[in-house]
């Protein structure tokens, strides 16, 4: 019974890493790859996910400044007319009205509906809409 070369076991340690390494890509270079409409709104889900994580140490410390008597109250009155806590507090309000929306997309996915493919691309495209314009009013809203 003879073995072909292709699989026969490496002979030394060069030749088992040799083995090792050429099936192996040299890097992986995201940009590379173009990902459909759905795969990119879920990975923006998870993303609002962690920042709603984040970004509520900033919430609770504002709700327990304002929370702690008239002067903590009048000192996250004074901060939040800052652009930077403006730009900070939209930036959450957004995160998580697009975790909202993409929530409820997934609860009708959970239900059986738009789990096609080309229900898959039109929820996404629904979910961005939906998003974008209530991220939009949100920016009018507090600016």
């Known amino acids: ?83 930077l806590a403006k730009l900070i507090l939209w930036g959450i309000i957004s995160a998580l009205l697009y975790h909202l929306v993409a929530g409820v997309k997934h609860l009708f996915m959970d239900a059986g509906i738009g789990e096609s493919l080309e229900g898959g691309k039109l929820g996404a495209k629904i979910t961005l809409v939906v998003s974008i314009a209530l991220i939009i009013l949100t920016g009018v809203w507090i600016w």
């Open 1 to 83: 019974m003879s073995t072909s070369p292709v699989n026969s076991p490496p002979e030394g340690p060069k030749e088992c890493e040799e083995a090792v390494n050429s099936n192996r890509p040299v890097n992986l270079d995201l940009s590379k790859f173009s990902f459909p409409l759905p795969a990119i709104t879920s990975i923006i889900h998870r993303v609002t996910g962690l920042a709603l994580f984040v970004g509520v140490a900033f919430v609770l410390w504002a709700f327990e400044m304002s929370l702690s008597g008239e002067e903590g109250f009048n000192a996250v009155k004074g901060v939040m007319q800052g652009f």
